[in-house]
C-alpha cells in the first residue's frame, strides 16, 4: 500500500469535456501539475442535450500527449460491449501509453438510457453473468491464449497468439452499501468504491477492505482501491472529506471527480491546482 495514496481525475466526456481537444489538453496540465492518472466515463448517453465522446478515441489522444499519468475507463459497461472488442481497444492502449492503461469494468447503468434505449440487456443478474464470462475472454485475449469457449453469453474461438507486452489491470466496480462485486474484484487488480448519494467515508472503505481480505485478498498483495469525490481547495468549497482518515483505511487512489455541467475553467483550475494529496 502507498504511504500517500495516488491521485487521479475522474470524469465524464460529456458537454465541455467532449471535445477531445480539451481532454487533451487536459491530459497535459494534469501531468505537468503532478496527477497520477486520467480516466474516462463510458457512456453512449448523457443526462441531457450534451456532446459525448467515446472515451477510447480520446484517451489514444491523450495517450500519445502524455509521458508519465495512468489513462483508462472508470468503468466499461462491459455487457453492452463485445468482449474481444473491449480487449483489443485496452491492448492498443496499453501498447500506444507504454503500460500506462487501466481498465474500470462495471455492469452499467441505465440511468441515461445507455442499455434501454439500445435494446441491451437490463436485468442486473444477467448482466453480471454477462461480466465475469467477458472478463474470462478478455484476459484470454491479452494472455494470448488458445480459447475454445462456449458460454451462456459467448461462443469464441481463438488461436494461441502474441500476448500483450504490458500488464493491463483491472479495476471493478463496487457500489456501496451493498458491494456485491466483492467477490468479482477480488479476481482481479483493484475496485472502485461508488456511493450514489455521497463520497465513501473510511468506515466504508475498511468494510470494504475487509471484505476484500475475506474473499481472499492477502494484505501484501499489490490491490488497489480507489475513491472518488470532490476535495480540491480550487472548488471554493470542496465537501468535508477526511483524506487521510480514508488513506489509513486502506484507499490507494482518490479520485478527483469534474463534473461536465461545471464551468470549464473551473474544472481545469482544479486540474491545474494539483492532487490534494501530496507526496511530502
Excluded at 32 to 60: K, N, Q, R, T
Excluded at 103 to 122: I, K, M
Aim: proline share 9%.
Amino acid at each position: 500500500m502507498n504511504a500517500t495514496p495516488n491521485c487521479g481525475l475522474y470524469l465524464p466526456a460529456f458537454g465541455p469535456l467532449a471535445d477531445p481537444a480539451v481532454l487533451v489538453d487536459l491530459a497535459r496540465r494534469a501531468e505537468a501539475a503532478g496527477w497520477d492518472g486520467v480516466f474516462l466515463w463510458e457512456h453512449i448517453l448523457s443526462d441531457g442535450p450534451w456532446p459525448v465522446s467515446d472515451p477510447w478515441v480520446a484517451l489514444g489522444a491523450m495517450a500519445a500527449a502524455t509521458r508519465r499519468i495512468r489513462l483508462g475507463t472508470l468503468v466499461t459497461p462491459i455487457p453492452r460491449r463485445r468482449p474481444w472488442v473491449v480487449a483489443r481497444q485496452a491492448g492498443t492502449l496499453s501498447r500506444l501509453s507504454g503500460g500506462r492503461c487501466v481498465l474500470g469494468v462495471g455492469l452499467g447503468a441505465d440511468e441515461y438510457g445507455d442499455f434501454s434505449r439500445f435494446g441491451d440487456e437490463t436485468a442486473l443478474r444477467t448482466r453480471a453473468s454477462m461480466t465475469d464470462e467477458a472478463l474470462t475472454i478478455v484476459r484470454a485475449m491479452w494472455a494470448g491464449q488458445a480459447l475454445d469457449h462456449t458460454g451462456d453469453h459467448y461462443r469464441v474461438r481463438l488461436d494461441a497468439a502474441q500476448p500483450e507486452p504490458y500488464p493491463i489491470p483491472i479495476w471493478i466496480a463496487g457500489t456501496l452499501p451493498e458491494l456485491r462485486s466483492l467477490h468479482r474484484a477480488a479476481r482481479f487488480d483493484g475496485i472502485v468504491l461508488l456511493k450514489p448519494d455521497r463520497h465513501p467515508l473510511p468506515a466504508d472503505v475498511s468494510r470494504a477492505v475487509a471484505g476484500l481480505r475475506a474473499h481472499g485478498v492477502a494484505a501484501d498483495r499489490l490491490f488497489e482501491v480507489a475513491v472518488a469525490g470532490d476535495a480540491s481547495p480550487a472548488w471554493g468549497n470542496p465537501d468535508d472529506i477526511d483524506l487521510p482518515g480514508l488513506a489509513g483505511a486502506g484507499m490507494t487512489w482518490w479520485l478527483e471527480s469534474l463534473i461536465h455541467y461545471d464551468p470549464l475553467e473551473l474544472s481545469l483550475r482544479v486540474v491545474d491546482t494539483g492532487p490534494p494529496l501530496r507526496r511530502g
